[in-house]
């Protein structure tokens, strides 16, 4: 093939409304909840203002030419993921397929820490305190005095969590009431497609960034915000010698920015072929880097607020949901009119969260459109209802008793090593197996003029390069780290666990590092190999099928 790619008819394909509604979809897609409660914690934990600099160093290198790749790929190709890469060559349609199944599991536990998110928004409309301010009149073992009331709370009352991840339980009504709301607002928000999920992003992706303006400006007048502020932007360079920082760092660009799940192929997929698709992801990424480090600012004023009320050190600061349930719940119920400013907070999230939600499923259902022709005969609400329906079975166990266990295996051991290979195959079809010059070329017909040198040298070398360093130190730390493991749950009595040598003393954290079961290892391979195998399965199958046309010739 020496010409370039030719695109699908774009006129029997669905468009964005509006060059606003494209750029808000994707700005809502890439900034998610991981902006709040992860970026903040890995600053905590390698070395506050000095995180930065690899940080902004993998944006640069890794970060904006992986995501202005796909931004490119889709409006090329007019196509979902599967058709994008096999436009490149026909044997890299697997890689689109590998990317549906990742977009498959992230969906479908996505919308679980949603469903938390609702649960404790559905909370914060009371008169009174909220409920995880005190701790019940008839817990005295427990849940001690107001410092541990919120981690009681989280595990007790919200999530009624069990204590092994072998044991799923009984179903919270209250979880699967929530999970059922988050499933009926996705699907309402995308049942027509881009059509509707385009213009729900004009308050969706917009409205987030008033309530963190709102909460940065009660935050930073807060008692104790100075400090918080402080401990987030004081560098520690001794740890830009640390290797893990570097691959933390790339990490938490990566997923930032949601490459490799194939969302951003589709939304681009749905653009005139002259707009500027490489300023656009420019755009987008410092939008998202931007929005981390203005979230930072907003989370540790309000943990500096926490720790000068109630003594708690930012040491134990932890990412995710204890970020999120536990840390900035305690400080926001410490607040003056602490439910608004809770709900506020938790709406924010919820905000966050969908949009993030909106472009998985658009790129699974783009590729399923694409892939399956008569798909686009059926009404798009059938088709968007069939899969939020399919997904919101599926995700029930969620909101039983082991539901956390669920969450935090798929989140922790599904998509790591997955979404890396995926990138490493993009960058490799397009730079290498396509040519990084032909698609420029491609480039230039579309916006008027070549990607330059930085994204050349980035697409054919660098990125290719970080990635098989992240690929290969993964797999040194896991085979260092050895069994995989995770936190058990195993009850707030600290006295219990310090007298059989479980806890070091008064360690209010109320989980132990357990191994997984052989069982669910086997699960953790399964998931991996899954989408993984997927795209050198596909090759081999295209390679045989042009041998047998061969030999009929």
Known sequence: QNGSVKSTDSKARDAWGAKAEYMLALIGYAVGIGNIWRFPYLCHRYGGGSFLIPYLIMLAILGIPLFCLETS??????????????????MFRGIGYAAMVV????????????????????????????????????????CVNETNATMYYWYYEALKSSNDATVVGSID???FGCLIVAWVVCFLCMCKGVESSGKVVYFTATFPYVLLLVLFFRGVTLDGAGDGIKYYVTPKFKELANPVVWRTAATQIFYSLGVAFGSVVAYSSYNPKNNNCIRDGVVVTLINCGTSIFGGFVIFSLLGYRAKKSGVAFSEL????????????????????????SILFFFMLFLLGLDSQ???????????????????KLRKELVSGGIC?????????????????????????????????????????VSWVYGVNRFSKDIKDMIGSEPNIYFKACWLVVCPLVIIVLLLSGIVLAAMQGYPTYDKFVGCDNQTLIDQGLRPQADPSWVITDKYPGGIVAIIVLMNCASCLLIPAYAIWNQLENIKSFLRL
């Open 358 to 376: 909106f472009g998985m499923l658009e790129s699974l259902l783009t590729s399923l459109k694409d892939e399956f022709k008569f798909l686009n």
């Open 103 to 142: 977009d498959l599991i992230c969906s479908y536990y996505y919308n679980s820490i949603i469903m938390w998110i609702l649960r404790y928004f559905f909370s914060s409309f009371t008169t009174g305190s909220l409920p995880w301010s005190d701790c019940p009149a008839n817990v005295t073992t427990c």
């Open 389 to 429: 329906v399919v997904l919101a079975i599926l995700a029930i166990p969620m909101a039983f008793r082991g539901g956390l266990y669920i969450v935090d295996l798929l989140d922790n051991w599904s998509l790591s090593y997955p979404l890396l290979i995926i990138a490493l195959f993009e960058v490799i079809a």
């Open 318 to 341: 932890k990412s995710g949901p204890g970020l999120a349930f536990v840390a900035i719940t305690d400080a926001i119920s410490e607040m003056s009119i602490g439910p608004l400013w």
């Open 73 to 90: 790929l889709g409006q090329l190709t007019s196509k979902g993921a599967p058709g994008a890469f096999a436009a490149m060559h026909p």
């Open 173 to 175: 009504g209250y979880l």
